[in-house]
Every structure is written in structure tokens, then in C-alpha cells.
């Protein structure tokens, strides 16, 4: 049984408890990075990160782009968006077309 | 472009052209995989696209009303009223096959104690702007989970497609036409060896017919 694991500030992630997912506040980069390291080798297949905590971290999280499990994907935090989720809808499709042809219509 | 480095005879002319062949259908099923896959990334991308506008939409709705609830009330009061969730959340994940690429296929269940409860927590201490949040939140669960399955699937996809297109172009562009040379290459030495070996037999005719009755055709 796999779970779903949220990862950001305090006041962006409290909510989540109540859906009954795993919820990990942050305060610093090094705890984020520990905890995103330690969720990936344990049970979760769904890992949410806030994009305020996502951005320090982006090279821990590139690491299992290519990985199946877990999936790590960026949210929002309380500050509102930064856009990075969809900074990383546009890589992909860069990655894949050679160049950006869904952002631009 | 480079001509492969190899002893120009018939057996490895047969060999390369054998080489040549494969690699000519290697290289259209490739080229297939890579447009079909490129297909099925780009319906996957657009719904990814969608969906995530939809998600940090609404999240950002859920976080205003959060910041409201907070605001009503004190911190402890919210931090109890969320700390033991009713809801649980289980999750299975079963994997699909696109053009053999595996891909997360997410299935979720949620169980409450009592049906459609899902607050967990008495309406006393809590305010009516913690409820909508939650209420929301929940609402936005099956959309999360999509989001999450779609994205893992598009990134999976794009490198499949990174790889395939490395190896469409490797043979497009550098085996077939070293291939092609070097099958060229072989053909004309061939044919150039023939071609003396005939003048040398003709030449030796000539002398043999000059030394046996004293004429040939050459002086």
C-alpha cells in the first residue's frame, strides 16, 4: 500500500492532514532535502512539495524525474504560485518536442 | 562522412549490406515509435496542462480561506482541530504501457468513519471558513492524484522520446550513410580489381601469342 506524502511551510500544508496524507512541514532547506530523501526510499508514491520550498531544492527533485516512484510534483504554497509546476509542464515538452509548442498558442 | 574500416572483399560487401538492411528497418520502426509516442505525449501534456491551471486555481482558493480561518482563530485551535484526520487514504498504483513505456496509474480510496464525514473535528472551537477549506480540499483530492499521475507520465514519456529521437538520428544520420559509403566504397574497389585483373590478362595473352608464333595485336 503505497502513501501520499505533502512537503512544504507549515501554513501550506496543515490543511492536508484532514485528507488523511502524510504531511511534513518544513522550515529549512536541509530538513526538506532529508525528508524529500527519506519519503522517495520509503513507501510513497505521490509526493507534494510547495513551490516555496520545490525551489530550494531542484536538483533533489530532478532526481526522480526519471524514476516511476515516487512522483514528485510542485504546488502552490500559501504565497500563491510561482510557476514552477508549469515551468516543468514546459521543460517536458521542450525535452520531448525540441521546442515549446503548447505555451505559445 | 566517415567510411567504415574494413577489408573491401565480397564477404564483408554481403555482411554490410545485410547490416545496411537491418538498420533501414530499425530505423523506420523507430521512427514510428518515436511518432507515435510523440502523439500520445502531447494529448498527455495538453490534459497535464489543463489540469494543473484547474489545481493551482483552486488550491489558491482553499489556501485564501485557510489564511481566513487562521485569522478568525488562533493557530492552536486550528492545529488541534486538523491533527487526527478521519479520512484515510489508500492508495494503489498499477502501471500502464504506452509503446512500452510503463506509466503510474494511481487508484485511490478514500475511508471515512461515518459516510461523507469528513471533518475531524467538533464545530464548536472552529469556524465556518475552516469547513469550506476543508470541504474544498476534499473536493480537489481525485484532481491532485490525477495531476500527479499525468505529470509523472508526461516526464516518463518525454525521455522516452529524448531516447528514441537520439537513436532515430544515430541511424539516420550516421550508420546508414557510413553504411552506404563504405558499401559504395567496396563496390568500386571490386569493380576496379576486375577491371585490372582483365587488362592483365589481356596484356599476358598478348605476350604469350608474340613468344609462341612471333605476332600479337601489340607491336
Known sequence: MYKIGVIGEKDAVLGFISL???????????????????????????????????????????QYRERRFPAVIPIPGIQGSLG???????????????ADIIFNE | MARLNVNPTRMVLTGLKKRLQMARR????????????????????RENKVLREEVEEKLKVVHSRFVMARAVMSSEIVEEALMFPKVEVSLKTYTRNIMSVDVPVLEFTTETGTEGDIYPYGFANTTAELDDAISTLSELTPKLLKLAEIEKSAQL???????????????????????????????MKLEENERSNLTRLMKVKDMMLEQAHGYGRSK
Request: aromatic share 6%.
Open chain 1, 20 to 62: 488523511g496524507f502524510s504531511v511534513f512541514p518544513v522550515e529549512n532547506r536541509e530538513q526538506a532535502e532529508k525528508i524529500l530523501a527519506e519519503l522517495a526510499e520509503s513507501n510513497y508514491a505521490v509526493i507534494y512539495i510547495t513551490e516555496q520550498t520545490a525551489e530550494k531544492i531542484t536538483e533533489k527533485i530532478n
Open chain 2, 26 to 45: 530499425g530505423h523506420k520502426l523507430l521512427k514510428d515509435k518515436r511518432d507515435e509516442l510523440m502523439k500520445k505525449f502531447l494529448e498527455i501534456v
Open chain 2, 157 to 187: 514519456l518525454a525521455d522516452e522520446i529524448e531516447k528514441t529521437r537520439r537513436r532515430v538520428n544515430a541511424l539516420e544520420y550516421v550508420l546508414i550513410p557510413n553504411l552506404e559509403e563504405t558499401i559504395k566504397y567496396i563496390v
Open chain 1, 84 to 98: 514552477i509546476g508549469m515551468q516543468g509542464v514546459k521543460k517536458c515538452v521542450e525535452k520531448a518536442v525540441g
